[in-house]
């Protein structure tokens, strides 16, 4: 590897063992930095795409086109004064926004930021490579990243964080379990818990080895659970602003509250990379980027159409923000437990039969499609009886 | 007390079918108008850079017209200070010079008008009140390029700068709607007030 034998060739012989943590400390600088600058500049993309969805300009003042103001925001919260309320928790508080950011970003060591297996680029696109139990190891640090915002809540020692840390808590317990489910089909599909080896799998013939073809359902469920394990509209109850001011974050301010903006849009950042190399074949992309392409710089092609697929479902997650409303909250919990997870459950019932019965994976996609046009026909028909046999009966009706 | 039943109109909930009840056609539905929007122009103007375009009827600063001799069109009746509701017109009312030629059909004229720009509501009642078309608002809203900038009694327009607005905005052609380049209403007209009204 070109960056392990630039590393080698630095040091002197006895310390040659080096090489490799060298070069694993600076993969982990660049994912760092990368991820860093592309949270910065998610921000002002949301800006700009909210501006643009309400006719607006956005912003555009700092710097040509408003180039520069990611680093205008990211300055100020420096230079703001730190306020620890008198009654907070001191030593919660100060805790709660660094594991909040600590959690979300070391979920980045398991995920290929690139072509990991192709070995002809200047780096290793993968912090820790072939971990094998890569997905539960997001799962966990997932989890845990709840402590953050329930610390947050609580040693804050008001009323608003303490209603947001608990609708979060209750949020992010309940939608751990669809989006466990939804990603256990693509796990049994695939017999392995590593994502490159996941990824490697959906170079399947021109499109279709890709797992949104062949499970449809577990993509529709993982994105919506995803969405609301990230807090985002239109489940971000945890925050939302008319109701809560600013949910569990309410009290922060300069730099801690920074670490909670920042964890936010590294979720977000984290779920896009998640749901491209699960479902559409990470950098995998017909006659362009294969397994077997080997032409010069094809590294740069892979990360390229890797980058696309993550910036597509970043975008699409700020578009939806401005298109569905928030939920209310028993709306929420309902669509948890009564639709996502018996659908999940469903769902991996016709993994396993598929599975059992080696049956050809358009089965898998059939038995999906017919789920979730079936629970759509469910829905359709409980709703009409529900109309048909109001609990009020009108007068006129009853004969009174 | 309870509502009397027959009061209770009953409104049924629109059925729902297979379509909607799979939510996702919705879903894209939603987006295409948030795509169909983002695709579209911003309505903001860049307001330093882009000025905006402003009706005729636009409720801006003052001005004091003069009439085909130049002389000040105000007869300091005091009929707009009366109906002001901020009271913000100050009016010194002088007798015109009969022995002057220039002057010979006047009988006042006012020697000082203040008008308080920052008291002013800007609710259009002055010009509504004046009867021979003297005072108006006009289209201009930038004090800065006015002369008005760093204390509050550069907002004290005397007659002198209302007089200029009116040159100013009569050259650009920045008329009001009521007066089209300086040709202003029947009432005002002096033929006209000679032939139909008493004197």
Redesign the interface.
Known sequence: MFLENLIARVLPADWVWLAPYGATAVIIGIVFGAVMTAVAYGILVERW?A???????GP?RVGPLGLFQPIADGLKPLLKEEVIPARAEKWLFLLAPALAAMTTLAVFAVVPVGPADDLSGPIRFIVAPSIDVGILYIFALGSLAVYGVILAGWSSNSKYSFLGALRSSAQVVSYEIPLGLSVLGVVLVSGTLNLEEIQRQQEGTFLFGWNLFTQPLAF?LFMAAALAEAHRLPFDLAECEQELVAGYHAEYSGLKFAFFMLSEYVHMITVGFLTAILFLGGWHFPLLATHDSTYALAWVVKLGVLLAKVGFFVVLFM??R???PRFRFDQLMGLAWRVMIPLGIANLLVVVVVKQFDLHPIWMTAGSLAL??GA??F??VT??RR?ASPRRV???LAG? | MPIDPKEVVWIEEPKIGLLEALYIPAIVNGLKTTFKHAMQPPVTLQYPEEKPTLPPHYKGVHRLNRDDKGRVKCVACFLCSTACPAHCIEIEAAEADKADPNWADRDKYPSRFVIDELRCIYCGMCEEACPVDAIELTTLYNFSELGATDSRKQYLFDRDKLLSIFDATTKSGADPVRTHMGALSIASEPGETKAGMSP
């Open positions: 795409v501006a643009a969805i309400q006719n607006r300009h555009n529709v578009f939806l401005w298109t569905i979730f046009v759509g026909l829905h359709a709703v009409q109309i009108p007068p006129q009174v």
